[in-house]
């Protein structure tokens, strides 16, 4: 088995419809410049409210990826 050596980035998603897709969507946009992603951790997950209601959800979100080789 080879040896790993991993970096990680903190992010925050943000989607209308739910905490998933707020996950999802840190996830996808971290996918389009980072390569080799690995994992994922949830950190945090909040809402911001509007007249007391739910207007955006809020992912915390660490991503690993794998260092490239020289």
Do not use: C
């Amino acid at each position: 088995m080879s040896e790993h050596v991993y970096k990680v980035v903190e992010l925050v998603g943000s989607s209308t419809e739910s905490s998933d897709d707020a996950v999802r969507n840190a996830i996808a946009r971290a996918g389009r410049t980072l390569h080799q992603l690995r994992w994922a951790e949830v950190v945090q997950v909040r809402a911001h409210l509007e007249e007391g209601r739910i207007a955006h959800w809020q992912a915390v979100v660490k991503v690993g990826f794998t260092l490239e080789e020289p």
